[in-house]
């Protein structure tokens, strides 16, 4: 699905969002405080983008994505890109000083392990810091916001992004991911330290993080 989607991805999601996707990957790196000579591994790294602006740091950044078609969508981008599962990454224990992921792990096949595995390649005092959609804190937002995501983004994402079929399912993915709180508590009992979430959009994105 995600390899059909590759070449609109980046388009279709800066639509969707009226553009808030490039404030929300500075947010993230921001988040990630990254240094100079640090490693960073950027999960579901998709076509690059975020690693893109992750590099920016300074930091050592690799991205990695499931999807072969989404790293050949942009091979021109000047960061390196690996193809691999993120439930069994192909990385020594305690490599990296910090790893994230933007809108991916909603859509790994188990959560718990995808959270097991970054602790395991995260080093002794690593951090993590993942951006995903989230449940709006606002009554009223939360219910115009379910309204959009239900009915209004596939239409839109559909016509921009040329796959109908995909959105729907990313649409119904959005809406069955837990809220801030829940998912707090499975990184929690993941055994990472000092978690914590930031929202953004009002609670229709949020942040989380947490250390090794």
Not at 42 to 51: E, F, H, M, N
Not at 103 to 117: G, M, P, T, Y
Request: hydrophobic residues 45%; glycine residues 8%.
């Amino acid at each position: 699905m995600f390899d059909r989607v590759a070449p609109n991805y980046d388009r279709a999601n800066t639509v969707m969002v009226a553009g808030q996707d490039k404030r929300w990957r500075r947010a993230v790196r921001e988040a990630l405080s990254l240094q100079p000579g640090e490693r960073c591994l950027d999960l579901g790294a998709g076509t690059g983008v975020s690693t893109v602006e992750l590099a920016k740091s300074g930091a050592d950044v690799i991205g990695v994505d499931f999807s072969l078609g989404m790293l050949q969508a942009h091979q021109d981008r000047q960061v390196p890109l690996v193809n691999a599962d993120a439930l069994h990454l192909p990385f020594a224990d305690n490599t990296f000083n910090a790893v994230t992921g933007s809108f991916f792990i909603r859509n790994v096949a188990d959560l718990d392990a995808c959270l097991a595995e970054i602790l395991r390649v995260l080093a002794p005092g690593g951090r993590m810091v993942l951006c995903e959609v989230s449940t709006p804190v606002w009554k009223p937002y939360r219910k115009a916001h379910g309204v959009f995501v239900k009915h209004v983004l596939p239409k839109v994402a559909g016509r921009v992004g040329s796959d109908a079929d995909a959105y729907r399912y990313l649409s119904e993915s959005t809406l069955q991911w837990p809220a801030q709180s829940d998912f707090a508590d499975r990184i929690v009992k993941a055994g990472y330290r000092k978690v914590a979430w930031r929202n953004l959009a009002g609670g229709a994105v949020a942040m989380h993080r947490g250390f090794k």
